[in-house]
């Protein structure tokens, strides 16, 4: 067994949000007031909505939005429908239903239900929904979208996304693991490409077209993929004021390695389906803090592919 | 020894029917633009290796920035493709180290890098690139921009 230390680059602060948001869905204005007073009181900042147009609406313009609170009791008449419509679009942002009764539909349980507002451990609840590592949804797209274009445009490979799941263990699939460090004052962690060797070499012969190939053209070629993704999602985050710097790539070799990452949070692992093979990208999270900054706005910069003269 | 003939060719290149085979051989070589390609990934440099020899052209390589500018100083190079984030010396500190060479205040610097923002390609722009493509590069963009440096 091989186990290596990565070493992360400036920033190493633990994975904290720095600030809370909570969306307060009501459809009555005074319903929850004591509920918006006791998170305010708590440190969170609270914005409220009255409708489920206007909570979706309020979801796509903050997405650094840490909680949702619904009042269970009336919600556009319709509470499971619009938790529903909520879930579809946003999985990863954590639901406080509040609400006397059951929820009727089984397959919309919310992450968290309190029977009233006024309960005395409501806030303390929150905080350990809170707690749960949280990505934010354009964080979660970014990556994919950003993934699927590297391989496509980089590597002539077409590539699907099967599901994104958080990561405990996971057995690496081949004995070349290649690893992206970035850092960042509201984002730093790793990336890892976690494919067997097999497909590696499937991919390097999309591009390159050598007889002989050593295990360090494998590597070689792990560490640019991971180069080109994540140089995309460093854009895709400049988009939400979210500045990276791109680490070096490294490649790790040897069976059954394991990687210790110092301070590291439990990351998010992107399975995708590549040339009849499972390929695995690795998010892991040493330090997030994207609550400070405004909506996405486009800016200047050049996009794959093209050349500017100076 | 080809490589001193090359040299030597520069500076007085062999005229047509002149000489033998190893002669018409510096002559061809004289005319063939050299392109040193300066990047980290192996896989990068044998890719971009691929397509400039197809097209006829010459190509040496570098791993890094420090790398890079030891092939500037010690043989000739007609443009430069680089990439940003190289370990030793990056890119940028490169093109800035190369452009203080004598002969070089106006050799093409192509930077190829996944970075896209501004800010870097401001920074590019004000150590002396001549184009910056973010990565990957396409052929059809690629060449076009290299065949016009080149018989600018």
């Given at each position: 067994m091989t186990s290596a230390t990565v070493r992360t680059l400036s920033d190493t602060r633990p994975?904290?949000?720095g600030r809370k948001y909570a969306l307060v869905v009501s459809p009555?204005?005074?319903?929850?007031e004591s509920l918006v007073m006791r998170l305010r009181a708590n440190g969170f900042r609270v914005a409220l909505a009255h409708s489920l147009e206007d909570t979706l609406t309020i979801i796509e313009r903050m997405p650094w939005l840490s909680l949702l609170v619904v009042d269970g009791s009336a919600v556009d008449r319709s509470p499971p429908l619009a938790i529903r419509r909520v879930r579809d679009k946003h999985p990863e942002l954590p639901v406080l239903w509040v609400t006397?009764?059951?929820?009727?539909?089984?397959?919309?349980?919310?992450d968290m239900m309190v029977?009233?507002?006024?309960?005395?451990d409501v806030i303390q609840k929150t905080e350990g929904l809170l707690g749960r590592r949280y990505y934010p949804a354009f964080i979660v797209e970014g990556l994919t979208t950003c993934t699927t274009d590297a391989l496509q445009e980089a590597f002539s490979t077409d590539a699907e996304l099967l599901s994104v799941s958080l990561k405990l263990t996971r057995t690496p699939l081949g004995n070349i693991i290649p690893i992206l460090a970035f850092a960042g004052r509201d984002l730093s962690g790793h990336l890892v490409l976690n494919a067997s060797e097999s497909e590696f070499r499937m991919l390097r012969r999309k591009v390159v077209r050598t007889p002989v190939e050593e295990s360090a053209d494998l590597g070689d070629l792990g560490g640019e993929m991971l180069n080109q993704i994540l140089g995309r999602l460093k854009a895709h985050c400049l988009r939400y004021g979210i500045t990276i710097e791109l680490g070096l790539p490294m490649v790790v070799t040897g069976e059954k390695v394991t990687l210790r990452f110092p301070r590291a949070a439990p990351g998010i692992v992107f399975d995708f389906y590549a040339l009849g093979r499972h390929l695995y990208v690795e998010f892991s999270v040493t330090s997030m803090d994207v609550s400070a900054d405004p909506t996405a706005t486009e800016i200047d910069g050049l996009r794959a592919g093209e050349l500017s003269f100076l | 020894m080809v490589a001193v003939r090359q040299w030597d060719a520069r500076v007085h290149p062999p005229q047509v029917g002149q000489g033998g085979a190893d002669v018409e051989l510096a002559r061809r070589q004289w005319m063939q633009h050299t392109i040193l390609v300066v990047d980290d990934s192996a896989t990068i440099r044998q890719q971009t290796r691929t397509l400039l020899e197809s097209k006829g052209y010459s190509v040496v390589e570098a791993a890094d920035g420090a790398q890079g500018v030891e092939q500037v100083k010690n043989a000739p190079v007609h443009l430069i493709i680089v990439d940003v984030n190289?370990?030793?010396?990056n890119g940028i500190e490169m093109i800035d180290h190369v452009r203080k060479l004598p002969g070089h205040a106006k050799t093409p610097i192509f930077v190829l890098t996944t970075e896209s923002s501004s800010d870097y390609v401001r920074r590019g722009k004000e150590v002396g690139a001549t184009a910056w493509i973010v990565k990957p590069f396409k052929p059809e963009v690629l060449l076009p921009a290299i065949r016009k440096v080149l018989s600018a």
């Open positions: 994975l904290i949000a009555h204005p005074k319903a929850l006397p009764d059951e929820v009727p539909d089984v397959d919309l349980v919310p029977a009233s507002s006024r309960e005395k | 190289m370990p030793v010396m």
